[in-house]
């Protein structure tokens, strides 16, 4: 598929004249599709199961210019509102047009480079690739090189859209005994313990975000999404990060752009795997790499 996209980032235009989409299969028989605007994945279905990912839009409605609210996209070298005074949420790999540097039946590898458009928005130079591999699981690694003369701090995230029955049935689990705040209280320096599970209803009934501390700095750390309305559990294993998310917009979705299905606000839930907030930003060293990573097992649950 062809198509001409406008990103706006700073007032400034990023043009990817020459999007397309990757088709990929596993042994098995799933099936994964991703696309080279923000190298976002757009679709899941692992062999005889239901679709993984949620997506608000057809992809002749992704509007230009915009974020786009679906599948698991790659959010560098900003999350939320933490990049430079008047730049769109969410850093510039999200709306920037990738290419294509490997490519094989189960596995294709973005890449994307500073360019004069990207570095209006992010003065500084990099490279980065985001490849994804399919096999039973689904496994996504996001590497980025600091290829400038100087050292930089950036904050970043997966924001994978996982499409549920009921976000107000569906649980998060690996929230017990850690800190967390709500986002809308972050100026409040709310700091609490969370006892249990997260119930996915609190997000989606007037607190949109909550915000964990990952009970380790460092390793894996998992998160099973227990959704009893399709009767699966999608059990996430990031590395790299030291915060996760736990986000919907509530069951309108309007403020955000509307929605091909008008309930798709109680159909998904996200659960990100993110190092975000300026004082937990990491440093990239000249010739440094980071490296974030996402791995998607599904399980049926049991009844």
């Not at 001409?4 to 999007?19: E, K």
């Not at 996430?236 to 309108?252: D, Q, R």
């Not at 907030?277 to 049991?302: F, M, N, S, W």
């Amino acid at each position: 598929m062809k198509r001409v996209v406008i990103s706006l980032i700073g007032g400034l235009a990023m043009f990817a004249v020459s999007a397309e989409q990757v088709e990929l299969a596993s042994g098995d028989g799933g099936r994964a599709v991703a696309d080279t605007c923000g190298a976002r994945l757009v679709s899941w279905r692992p062999a005889g199961g239901d679709e993984v990912f949620a997506m608000a839009k057809s992809r002749d409605k992704w509007p230009a210019g915009k974020q786009i609210h679906g599948g698991l996209p790659i959010y560098w070298p900003w999350f939320v509102f933490e990049g430079p005074e008047g730049c769109k949420i969410h850093g510039v790999t999200g709306y920037a047009e990738w290419r294509i540097k490997e490519r094989a039946t189960n596995r294709v590898v973005f890449a994307l480079d500073d360019s004069e458009m990207t570095r209006l928005a992010w003065p500084h130079k990099f490279h980065a690739e985001l490849e994804y591999s399919l096999g039973e699981n689904l496994a996504a690694t996001f590497r980025v090189t600091n290829t400038d003369t100087n050292a930089y701090a950036c904050t970043e995230g997966f924001h994978p859209y996982f499409r549920v029955g009921d976000v107000e049935k569906c649980v998060v689990t690996g929230s017990d005994g850690v800190r967390y705040f709500w986002k809308g209280e972050i100026e409040k320096g709310d700091r609490r313990v969370w006892k249990g599970d997260f119930p996915c209803s609190l997000v989606a009934t007037g607190k949109p975000g909550y915000v964990f501390e990952e009970k380790t700095p460092s390793g894996v750390h998992v998160h099973d999404l227990v959704d009893p309305v399709l009767n699966r559990t999608l059990r996430l294993s990031y590395e790299g990060n030291v915060k996760f998310v736990v986000w919907n917009s509530g069951p309108a979705f309007s403020s955000f752009g509307g929605a091909d299905v008008p309930d798709y606000g109680r159909r998904f839930v996200c659960v990100e795997g993110a190092t975000l907030y300026r004082d937990c930003a990491y440093t990239l060293a000249p010739g440094e790499t980071h490296v974030l990573k996402l791995a998607i097992q599904v399980e049926k649950t049991l009844p």
